[in-house]
């Protein structure tokens, strides 16, 4: 599929954005690990958080749905799992793949994990290297890359460690298979990062706790089902938050979005560019935040954007690329090298598309450097990345040309309906197969 998008457009509206995409991961993820059944609602019916479902359905888990954003998971205890009678497809799911490993590492069972093209060529040495240290026998095929192959039966043991980066899915990865080993098992992150998995652990009932940016749980407890109400994503909400900055006379209303401390750097970093931007109706939902953000043009300026608030927004830096070629100056990104080990080298991506439409731009090892002014038109390469195709999409409203997305089949992982949510708010897009 590809996107063809015409140049300019105003947004209007109100629209919700599907569910939260982390959130419902990990519903699934504990649902199945818990006594009981769980009833979860406003569920993302994409294709990553349909990977998690068909894994756990391999391991003899029933699960209802989704159907309509509802999905009921019948819960068969930590120690309940089966063995999957083939090896696990994650798709391009890589929060699949790596809370996956921890869980999968202190079972009485083997398992092997792969995925489609682009997974298996991410890195999974990140997740390899503190399970190997807490007993885990676990191999990449490919140079530490997916199929991955879990050796079953192994005694696992609680550790410190010490994140060499900050990332979520490496902390969620060594949590989760500290569920199954023996003492404590801890983790220290040099910078926060999204704290679902600590969150909703909790909500199922097992302790966890957080002392000196030390988060901590100790193995062998049980989990109690939950009802768990999903959030929209504020990653995908993040495109229109940007579309409605950028596309004078915009004006769009964003609800029930999550707005989770550790992931609102999307917004502080727009506020600090100049956007128009407010919080409607502020509430706690099964122990997430939300809001209604209603978001106005506004004219953006470049900022240099500051290195604490890079983990708080590292999935919404592709539409955020895009509000700096908008904006009036020159914005500078630096400490932001995980995007290099995302669905593809986000900067890379993004630093090519960028060039294709005339926004001047340089390259750096851990960033970018953005100067903002006019776009013009033409093909956009997206490297199967659902982000980059959905980034560029929305800077058609800035463009002078006619913009041509291709390969965003991948689009569906996170954000199906995208396109005609998208048309529904003024932007001037259809999608076609290529």
Known sequence: MEFNLLPGGTLTGEARVPGDKSISHRSIMLGALADGTTNISGFLEGEDALATVAAFRAMGVSIEGPDDGRVIVHGVG?????????????????????????????????TSLTGDASLQG??????????????AAIEGTNDGKPPLHITGAQALRGIHYDLPMASAQVKSCVLLAGLYAQGRTSVTEPAPTRDHTERMLRGFGYKVDRDNGVIGLRGGDRLTACDIEVPADISSAAFFLVAASIAPGSDVLLTHVGINPTRIGVLNILSLMGADITLRNEREVGGEPVADIRVKYAPLRGIEIPEDQVPLAIDEFPALFIAAACAEGTTVLRGAEELRVKESDRIASMAEGLTTLGVRNEVLDDGIVIQGGTMGGGVIRTFHDHRIAMAFSIAALRAE???????????????????ALARGLGLQISALAD
């Open 78 to 110: 930590v120690d309940g799992l089966k063995a999957p009678q083939q090896p696990m497809d994650m798709g391009n799911s890589g929060t699949s793949i790596r809370l996956l490993s921890g869980l999968l590492a202190g079972q009485a069972f083997s």
């Open 122 to 135: 991410r890195p999974m040495g990140r997740v390899i290297d503190p399970l190997k240290l807490m007993g």
């Open 401 to 419: 040309q006619e913009i041509r997305v291709l390969d965003c089949d991948h689009v569906a992982t996170s954000f199906p309906g995208f396109d």
